[in-house]
């Protein structure tokens, strides 16, 4: 399928709203506010996205994996996705974007 | 077409085994920790009399192996898996463990009330081949682990502590039977429950909790060498415990101030954890789980002065060792796991009921899935029962010990009322609540 690269349904901060239906339901925050998503790029129809969890062994790993790909396969016309699991840098809560970290008790966490 | 690439290999969820497994454990748990605190209203001479007698061996039985073992291993098979970063050995073995447990437990408890020690003798052989497929499947499972660390030694620890201790319960019941031990009766009970209680369930509590609260807290572990030094202190602890209370020395003072040193470095790791820059705030789970730890302080005293050499076997000294059991298992233990409990369980029905629907649509946080108000009268209203049974069943007092287990039967509904209402998202899953 051709893909249009003027899209805005393909402009990555379109595709990063997208993602933000996806929660860490722990914390019961998106996974882009949380700081999760590392990069997210576009080559023709496929999106490419680095993203990597608040902890090694994080018992939701498969099912936000799977999350972010269901939420980007559902962008039309997105037709693959690749998501690659990072651990460098490690997260850590500075990468949180600052409205939501209130919401988990950290008023003067700075970035 | 969609692809994942996975630098760490399989992602962790897949490692979990089906929710089933760990749920129904957790369910017969809860259960059984109902039924055990409704006879202990029924019956509060339990408490308040002296600790050896048939009825209070059933029920300690019910409460340990039916409510805290059965937790226990069903979250186990669901977080071993996981922490380990393996796949769980055989899940078809786990369901075969579960219906042995079940009928042991039922037939042991029965059997002690009734004080049928032939049918405690077969039924304690049941727990022990159920026993022995656990500890056979999550050894294998800990074999797939390529390098070790705490949670690793910790599981092993744990495994050899279990075994052993389901060995030593059944050589009790079969000299009540068979006379044979040359151990004093109360002498060998009390060597056993230290190793069930310190050696199984404290360990894995102190070697867990090193793994989830900084997760939950979302900092690191602040000091290694020091919660590898407690794990330690309190292996070694277990082992002097046991032989020392085994053959009535007055060398079990050392073993507890072995416990008392391990479980000081576990406190101070925990405060470390508590001050630690950027942690998130406690949720009700973590406030619930940091209280009952903190119940440790006292019970640890308590244990030290019960320990003392020629501490007189008085009405007051052996009501004592009651309230501390009690507070060891009803306190500590139990509100620990009712505190994890808020986590596990939200987390295997979101699994379940949500997992299905990530990335489709908006879904509820695991905190939405029960009542908060609930939880937070649910703890108060818990700690204040605690307080009024251990200072009723230090004075023998009968009417004391059922105002306050009636207050901790209380307490245990409003659990049981958010469990209903956590379970009823797997039957009727909901969409969020706008924010």
């Known amino acids: 399928m051709e893909t249009n690269p003027t899209d805005p349904a393909l402009h990555p901060d379109a595709l990063l709203d997208t993602l933000r239906e996806v929660i860490d339901p722990e914390l019961g925050i998106n996974i882009v506010d949380l700081g999760l998503i590392y990069d997210l790029a576009v080559e023709g129809a496929k999106v490419k996205v680095k993203m990597t969890f608040t902890v090694r062994g994080c018992p939701m790993q498969q099912s936000l994996i799977r999350g972010v790909r269901i939420a980007l396969l559902r962008v039309e016309p997105v037709e693959e996705v690749e998501v690659e699991m990072v651990w460098d840098p490690p997260w850590n809560p500075s990468m949180m974007a600052p409205e939501v970290r209130e919401r988990v008790g950290l008023p003067g966490c700075s970035s | ?240 415990l046991f032989v020392t209370l085994l053959l009535d020395s007055p060398w079990k003072l050392a073993g507890a101030l072995l416990a008392v040193a391990g479980l000081t470095a576990y406190g101070l790791e925990l405060i470390a954890l508590l001050r630690a820059p950027g942690r998130r705030a406690l949720d009700g789970g973590l406030r619930q789980f940091y209280a009952a730890l903190s119940l440790l302080a006292p019970t640890a005293a308590l244990g030290l002065v019960l320990t003392w050499p020629g501490l007189p076997a008085t009405l007051l000294t052996t009501q004592l060792e009651t309230v501390y059991g009690f507070l060891a298992l009803a306190g500590v233990l139990t509100l620990a796991i009712v505190g994890m409990l808020y986590k596990i369980l939200p987390f295997l029905v979101w699994l379940h009921a949500y997992g299905p629907h990530v990335g489709l649509r908006r879904l509820p946080a695991l905190n939405d899935l029960y009542s908060q108000t609930l939880q937070t009268a649910g703890l108060w209203s818990y700690l204040a029962a605690l307080g009024i049974v251990a200072v009723a069943a230090a004075l023998g007092h009968e009417p004391g010990v059922r105002i306050g287990s009636s207050l901790w039967a209380l307490s245990l509904a409003l659990f049981a009322l958010n469990v209903g209402r956590i379970l009823s998202h797997a039957l009727y899953p909901r969409n969020p609540s706008p924010n």
């Open chain 2, 1 to 240: 077409m969609s692809s994942t690439s996975l630098a760490g290999g399989l992602p962790d969820a897949q490692r979990a085994p089906s929710p089933w497994l760990p749920l129904r454990f957790i369910l017969l748990g809860i259960a059984s920790l109902l039924t055990s605190v409704v006879l202990v209203v029924v019956r509060p001479d339990l408490l308040a009399t002296y600790h050896y007698n048939q009825y209070i061996i059933a029920v300690s039985h019910l409460f340990i192996l039916g409510f805290l073992l059965s937790v226990i291993m069903g979250a186990m098979y669901q977080m071993a898996p996981v922490v380990l970063e393996v796949t769980l050995h055989s899940e078809r073995l786990g369901a075969w463990h579960f219906a042995g447990h079940l009928a042991a437990v039922v037939g042991l408890v029965w059997s002690f009330w009734s004080w049928q020690m032939l049918a405690a003798i077969a039924s304690g052989a049941l727990l022990t081949v159920g026993v022995v497929l656990f500890v056979y499947n999550l050894a294998r499972t800990l074999r797939k682990r390529r390098h070790w660390d705490l949670a690793s030694a910790t599981f092993a620890a744990v495994l050899g502590w279990l075994m052993l201790t389901v060995l030593a319960g059944l050589y009790l019941a079969a000299s009540k039977v068979w006379v044979f031990s040359p151990f004093n009766p109360i002498a060998a009970m009390h060597a056993h429950a230290h190793l069930g209680a310190l050696g199984a369930f404290i360990i894995l509590l102190v070697g867990v909790s090193y793994r989830l609260l900084p997760m939950f807290l979302l900092v690191e572990l602040p000091s290694p060498r020091r919660a590898a030094f407690s794990l330690i202190a309190l292996n070694v602890a277990t082992l002097v």
